[in-house]
Nanobody, 122 residues
Framework: QLQASGGGLVQAGGSLRLSCAAS????????MGWFRQVPGKEREFVAA????????YYADSVKGRFTISRDNAKNTVYLQMNSLKPEDTTKYYC?????????????????WGQGTLVTVSS
């Protein structure tokens, strides 16, 4: 089970940190990803961190502004979002993929959190 938190309302240029706490064993064996979805559109890849080596991957739209990290001791993955823009406004979802290879395809992920809403005002 994944529980996302940390969303809220922030002005453009501001920052937020999302957290996703996982319950259950073997968290360290999962790739962890963040996706976002605007109503009526497909779920969009934001960032991911691999289960082995902690390699990170980002969508071009967030590269240089967002940072994904994980703390395996706390079974938690984070998304630090800086320099937020109004177009970042939407619901953000965390997801877990058991020892996967493809990091940016939502179909590869096995478990999903309930989402947390991020609103960036101009």
């Amino acid at each position: 089970q994944l529980q996302a938190s940390g969303g809220g309302l922030v002005q453009a240029g501001g920052s937020l940190r999302l957290s996703c706490a996982a319950s259950g064993p073997s968290f360290s064996s999962y790739n962890m990803g963040w996706f976002r979805q605007v109503p009526g559109k497909e779920r969009e890849f934001v960032a991911a961190i691999s289960w082995i080596g902690g390699s990170t991957y980002y969508a071009d739209s967030v590269k240089g502004r967002f940072t994904i990290s994980r703390d395996n001791a706390k079974n938690t993955v984070y998304l630090q979002m800086n320099s937020l823009k109004p177009e970042d406004t939407t619901k953000y979802y965390c997801a877990a993929d058991w020892k996967g290879v493809v990091m940016n395809d939502p179909l590869e992920y096995d478990y999903w959190g309930q989402g947390t809403l991020v609103t960036v005002s101009s």
